[in-house]
């Protein structure tokens, strides 16, 4: 989990939202790792334990990884624990608790559901305290960012849009247009 942890420290680094995941085969081998990329590669599935997923998969050869474990920042959302339990593996280990799209516990357990056709242990409140700073830390400083370039807008401090000036004749240019 430590390493999961200066993996999601890569992700805000990027500015994505603070989630990495790493694969451990039943061996104790890393196989795969990865931090949120969603934004930077304008992909909806690039979530950590994907990118860590298929860095595994390549890694084994095989889009299977049965003994192998992922440990991850953020309790996984439901994408994300299908792709896991499509990848067959045996456990699943999470940091903080996510109440709003978490499928462990969160929102749902799907690891419960015994209709599916492959179970997976899951455990969750693996440095519980250490993931979710990391992730009220992140938000506090993008509240903090917004706060402050409203406050700069508000007090003229912030550039502003400035109308193009009127012509000789007293006209102005149509808006959108810019002067010739």
Not at 2 to 19: F, I, M
Not at 96 to 116: E, H, M, R, Y
Request: proline fraction near 7%; aromatic fraction near 4%.
């Amino acid at each position: 989990m430590a390493r999961a942890l200066v993996l999601a420290g890569q992700a805000w680094d990027r500015g994505e939202v603070p989630v990495g995941a790493v694969v451990v085969a039943a061996d104790g081998r890393v196989l795969g790792e990865g931090s949120n990329r969603p934004i930077g590669n304008s992909d909806p599935t690039a979530h950590a334990e994907i990118v860590a997923l298929r860095s595994a998969c390549a890694a084994a050869g095989n889009y299977r990884l049965p003994g192998a474990t992922l440990y991850v920042t953020l309790e996984p959302c439901a994408m994300c624990m299908g792709a896991m339990l499509h990848t067959r593996l045996a456990r699943v280990v999470f940091g903080a608790p996510d109440p709003k799209t978490g499928v462990c516990g969160g929102t749902i357990n799907l690891p419960a559901v015994t209709q599916l056709n492959h179970q997976t242990v899951v455990e969750g409140g693996v440095l519980a305290a250490e993931c979710a700073e990391v992730l009220r830390a992140f938000f506090r400083a993008r509240r903090d960012a917004v706060k402050a370039r409203r406050l700069a807008e508000r007090e003229g401090s912030a550039p502003v849009l400035q109308l193009p000036e009127a012509g000789a004749d007293g006209t102005s240019p149509p808006r959108g247009v810019p002067d010739a």
